[in-house]
């Protein structure tokens, strides 16, 4: 059973049912999506692959990934003896958590501007400055 809500975190009633949004995940959520069946290197392998080739120490470290990671990348992480998984999209697949808990690795999702609305704010805050200071935008 899955404990958190993968569109708003919130906990599951009976591991099925979210507790806010009201949705039946199984149904709703994950009817159409099986990242198990994907033929190519996902992200957190790429950096996984990046960081060994550049000579970072991996042991002990964490992980940002924009998806929480599949089932394969939970083990790879895990068997790299990474400390902390934090992702932006909740996508928990029983497995992956069940490998990242049995692990202690922790995992969290990350709270915060993402990139997109970060710059559109930031550009809109520097045009209201722009415009205060009586330069043409």
């Known amino acids: 059973n899955y404990k958190h809500c993968p569109i ?35 992200a957190e392998e790429s950096a996984i692959v990046e960081a060994a080739k550049s000579g970072l120490p991996l042991r002990s470290g964490m992980i940002f990934t924009t998806t929480f990671p599949c089932n394969q990348c939970a083990n790879k992480i895990a068997n790299l003896g990474l400390q902390k998984v934090v992702y932006v999209e909740p996508y928990p697949q029983k497995e992956a958590i069940d490998t990242l808990e049995e692990n202690g690795i922790e995992m969290e999702l990350f709270e915060g501007i993402k990139s997109r609305a970060f710059f559109s704010l930031f550009k809109r805050i520097e045009e209201i400055e722009r415009i205060e200071e009586g330069i043409n935008v």
């Open 8 to 42: 708003c975190g919130s906990a599951l009633k009976e591991g099925k049912i979210c507790s806010k949004c009201n949705i039946s995940i199984e149904k709703e959520y994950f009817k159409e999506k099986n990242l198990g069946a994907c033929r190519s290197l996902h």
